[in-house]
């Protein structure tokens, strides 16, 4: 399993892409077309919202899970982009009968909570689609078998949400007819390629195949474990992965943890060791930290061991991915945090409390910067000793081994 350690983009596509290589099945579990990771594959580089990031090794399936809240028009384009691109997604693809749909009316939903709540959502629907499905009134892929019967239902769902928006005193409304053409569309589509996707992860395990399991946003955004309120609205935490692939915990045996060698958040909410203005920007060029779903500039700030020591612990990550230490090479000296101050405290475990995350001060270590390029490196021996001594130091500090480095957006800039 691979998932994010810090609060989304830590490069989980680069490293998933990486790992696709002879896994029979790559599966996303959680989230929807609010994540956005990043494929460079030769010169040509490939954004994935909603599809896995296993889709350019050719012979790998790949599998939307139960887990999944599905944007079908999301999909859909993306499946046409990549067609177009050279990429054959057709028999490849496989979304399970159990997802949620997301529908433009969430999307409307989302927009208008934002103007009160101002959590920096991605606006792509995925608050309110996960409360309908909790709330068991949900829309499923399943459902489009029987078209008719759901599209008379659609009509209530879309009357709902327009209450609901006007309650919220916004003048935007969803429309039943362009709800009812939506799915009319999209149906045909979509379900040749629905299938109960926890039984073709079951056999493909039972065969002794090797599946990957593909994690979206970070720890510190799982809906229990992040800080809340700023969160998204699912468990990104490798305990939502069994749930949400349909598959027992004990089918997993790694959990690796990805995290960059610094640390960025999009949206609001607490951000401890986010860096001065100057430093954020110059951090934010050199990592060219803009979002890959709605290009807002990333928040940017250092390595946070907190954390990832916290990550660690609520994951159970068995290894860690570091990622974009190629970012850090012009840094002369590189400030870590190892701890928190809370008023008169010092803190290593993360505070439940978003409030008090505010009032955090990071305590900071410094250490050397290597001032060299380490794009080309392909073995820990060709970093520069300052460069190795700044993983140890990461290694130390979060008590979980690395595993792979990526100095680079290409697949070969990888150690490991
Ligand atoms: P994800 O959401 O976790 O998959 O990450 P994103 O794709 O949103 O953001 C990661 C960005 O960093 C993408 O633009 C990647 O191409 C890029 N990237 C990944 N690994 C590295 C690396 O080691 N070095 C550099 N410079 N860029 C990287
Ligand atoms: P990947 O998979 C970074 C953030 C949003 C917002 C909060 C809630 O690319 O790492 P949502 O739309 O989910 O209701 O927004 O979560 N967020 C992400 N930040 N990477 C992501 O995905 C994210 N997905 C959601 O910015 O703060
Ligand atoms: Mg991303």
Redesign the pocket.
Known sequence: MVV?AQ????G??KIVDVLAEGADLVVRYQ??A????TVVKGDEEFILHQIPSGILHPGTRCVIGNGVVLDPETLLSEMDDLERRGVTVAGRLIVSLRAHLVLPYHKLL?QAAEREQR??????G??PAYEDKYGRRGIRVADLRDLSRTLERIGERVERANRLLSLMGSSLRASVEEHCDLLRRLAPRLMPMAADTSRITYDALREGKKVLLE????AL?DVDHGTYP????SNTTAGGAAVGAGIGPTAIDAVLGVVKAYTT?????PLPTEADPQEAARLRELGEEY????G?PRRCGWFDAVVVRYAARVNGLTDLAVTKLDVLDTIERIPVCVAYRIGDEIVEDMPADSALLDSAEPVYEELDGWCRPTGDARRLADLPPQARAYLDRIQDLVQVPIRYVSVGSRRSQIIG
């Open positions: 994010g609060w989304g983009d830590e989980k596509g989230g929807g609010n994540a956005g990771h989302d959590i920096g959502t991605t606006g792509r995925i608050g994690g979206a946003q970070g955004l700023f969160v998204t609205s958040r999009v949206g609001n909410g979002g890959a779903t709605t807002r």
